[in-house]
């Protein structure tokens, strides 16, 4: 059983910086690629990023293109998230998961069904 943790979210006022991290339970976490997802209330959970299983490429929704950064530390069993410039529509909850296939790259990881581990997510919110 594979478990992931995140941790790092919080308030903050519009115009901050927030960097989550999810921390993966399984030894064979270098494997596969990790994705970041976010659930306002209200609304279907959205892709956010991914990462590839080597951390060789990335992929982003362009609502957060040029203003987040995912990456990765395999030796720490760690994913990051590095928001910048937050604005108060980015208020949501923020998952990590899992890529449902080993060795796979970011940019085929943007559906929810291509993950299968998730973590229990973080709050993220974004004061005007």
């Known amino acids: 059983q594979v478990q992931l943790e995140e941790s790092g979210g919080g308030l903050v006022q519009a115009g901050g910086s927030l960097r989550l991290s999810c921390a993966a339970s399984a030894p064979t976490f270098s494997y596969y690629a990790m994705g970041w997802f976010r659930q306002a209330p209200g609304k279907e959970r959205q892709f956010v990023a991914a990462?590839?299983?080597?951390?060789?490429?990335?992929n982003y929704a362009d609502s957060v293109k040029g203003r987040f950064t995912t990456s990765r530390d395999n030796a720490k069993n760690t994913v990051y998230l590095q928001m910048n410039s937050l604005q108060p529509e980015d208020t949501a909850v923020y998952y990590c998961?899992?890529?449902?296939?080993?060795?796979?790259?970011?940019?085929?990881?943007?559906?929810?069904?291509?993950?299968?581990?998730w973590g229990q997510g973080t709050q993220v919110t974004v004061s005007s």
């Open positions: 990462i590839s299983w080597n951390g060789g490429d990335t």
């Open positions: 998961a899992r890529r449902n296939r080993a060795y796979s790259d970011s940019y085929s990881a943007t559906s929810l069904r291509e993950y299968d581990y």
